[in-house]
């Protein structure tokens, strides 16, 4: 599940665990009973983040490392 609600002492809290960017936008919260209704709304922006990794990841001057140890090897 992506989220999860919680419901204790009058106090209801949408807990939202992961987002994607299509779940961006206005999100309304309406609480109802026998006195009435009530909302509010809120903008939710969901950004991410790059799950691919393309720069080295090796300290400066040890790119092409890879490359020297085939060179040695040959």
Do not use: W
């Not at 009058?10 to 209704?37: F, P, W």
């Amino acid at each position: 599940h992506r989220y999860r609600t919680f419901h204790d002492f009058g106090i209801v809290i949408l807990d939202i665990l992961y987002c994607y960017e299509e779940n961006s936008g206005e999100y309304e919260c309406v609480a109802t009973n026998k006195l009435g209704r009530d909302s509010t709304k809120a903008m939710l922006k969901c950004t991410s983040k790059e799950n691919l990794i393309l720069d080295s990841q090796l300290p400066r001057g040890m790119e092409g490392g890879l490359e020297k140890l085939q060179t040695l090897e040959d």
